[in-house]
């Protein structure tokens, strides 16, 4: 177990929502607080809200030409501008230029950055990876503050793989995921799960800007290893869907042999992997088109050191 | 009560998905069926799969420019083509081509087209009104085989409107609304329930086109009077969501003062009208743009003739 980390207070804040455009609870959200700031200020921050991806948000698309949360890649983000770059490229280049450059001492601390999704993932906190203790920090923070949502952290970037996403152009990023929410609703109680979730992670900076020590834990991670895709026929279509005894079961340990698709005339088709595994983003709308039926993930334990901030 | 109603037999039926792109079992379901045309045939009657917005159903959006449920018109029908006809108004038309024309001889007898809907619908069978004793016979048989799916019969045209919908193009016509499923994903238990349904419906028209007699009944429709738009702020954006006390309660009887909106900031505000009623369609991704929060529908109950094929 490493020693205490020490950081710089977190003072420059974003909250990202409508990142995805018919995720509506981020796009609620961040139109809310554009007229009612003064509810994402903390004695020792005030973050600023951010409509990610307007063009799609006022469309209700997930994305207008190209998937704005994969386009913050730093091949993307420095290639020169084209006339030919899809309206995503030129907002994830202009997000890049207001809070980042990404990597440089000038970006934001920290970027919160609001999604949904179809699949019955509950409060989902997602990471890039598990080794930035202010980011660990702020999950479990809302974990041990709201036990009753059972939040759980998922780690999507694979080691040796670039980022993609909006908030890795901070110092620090932090996904809500929150679901199920069909595209396009906003359902009350996901929009006040997701509202508490942002109060508490902007106390937990407030706390940690304030000098306050946060001890050393363990925590459970659900680290992405590999994704299925829906069985297909020749022509390329769907030929059977996910199985009822799947569905909604985000998170619960899959076992080889356990049904996982059913084809149109009753067939159903059992997981061939090797070993139990958790599935995650079940049925998720948006993973169609990526060819996901869905993602897999490893349960793994991590160590996160002490965290404090530094005093100069 | 009327004495029995004599009809022709139906022997040109078409069962239509994908009239809105994102409605996914009507999308999968079609595609199934191209295939495996067999699984629609029953003795006396082999019916047509018909994909209605191909253009739609490959993007995966309810429509690429005009919602195609709303180009039935006899107005856009019969109006002359024009270059900037919308690609739904051209689709409109082909189809009317293929299955009408609307209102003549040679029109289809009987269109099925399948929907989804985000709300808590379960199974809703649609008429456009409550005259025609094929489609309400139709209806009562469903509801009959099937009582654990509960199904309910809404009634969506107002006295004196014309129809829009893709079924008006037949003689008869009955729209299957099935959910809470988000768009863009496939669930297999509202899959399934809807083959069962489109599969018992063609074995009405079998049992109707062989001579059984179907007799004279009375049944509960739900018919729309009304509908309301969310709470907006000066600026036109909403200002408040659905109250949890009402997500999902798709008919159930709603009373004045019962709460139906619920702010960011907490405020609850009550149903304002002046008699109970039922609310449908409740917080349907798909009508935010229409402006309609939820439908009002009266619960009125019909008296249906009997009904048998005619024999010259």
């Not at 149109?264 to 169609?288: C, H, M, R, T, W």
Request: with cysteine.
């Amino acid at each position: 177990m490493p020693g205490t980390v020490y950081v710089d207070p977190l003072h420059r804040v974003a909250v990202a929502g409508g990142t995805h455009g018919n995720e509506m609870s981020g796009v609620f959200l961040v139109k809310h607080w554009l007229k009612h700031s003064s509810q994402l200020e903390r004695d020792t921050v005030s973050a600023v809200p951010l409509l990610s991806n307007p063009k799609a948000s006022e469309k209700g698309v997930r994305y207008y030409e190209k998937d704005l949360n994969r386009c913050f890649t730093l091949d993307i983000l420095s290639a020169p501008d084209s006339p030919d770059d899809p309206y995503e490229v030129l907002r994830a280049k202009e997000i890049n230029r207001l809070l980042g450059p990404r990597g440089s001492a000038n970006a934001y601390d920290m970027i919160l950055d609001l999604h949904n999704t179809t699949s019955n993932m509950g409060v989902c906190l997602i990471v890039s990876r598990v080794h930035n203790a202010v980011e660990m920090h702020a999950c479990q923070y809302i974990q041990t503050h709201l036990p009753h949502y059972n939040p759980r952290i998922y780690v999507y970037a694979k080691p040796g793989t670039d980022l993609y996403s909006v908030d890795s152009v901070a110092k620090c990023g932090l996904g809500f995921e929150l679901g199920p929410q069909p595209q396009g609703v906003v359902r009350a109680d996901i929009l006040q799960k997701m509202k508490t979730v942002i109060e508490m992670t902007l106390d937990f900076i407030n706390h940690l800007n304030k000098g306050m020590e946060f001890p050393a834990f363990e925590t459970d991670t659900y680290q992405c290893s590999g994704q299925v895709d829906f069985p297909r026929s020749s022509d390329g279509e769907i030929s059977a869907v996910i199985h009822p005894s799947l569905q909604d079961k985000d998170f619960s340990l899959l076992h080889p042999g356990d049904l996982i698709f059913l084809t149109l005339d009753g067939q159903s088709i059992p997981y061939s992997g090797e070993k139990p595994i958790y599935p995650v983003f079940i049925n998720e709308a948006a993973y169609y088109e990526k060819k996901i039926a869905f993602i897999l993930a490893e349960k793994i334990r991590v160590s996160v050191p002490a965290l404090r901030r530094q005093t100069h």
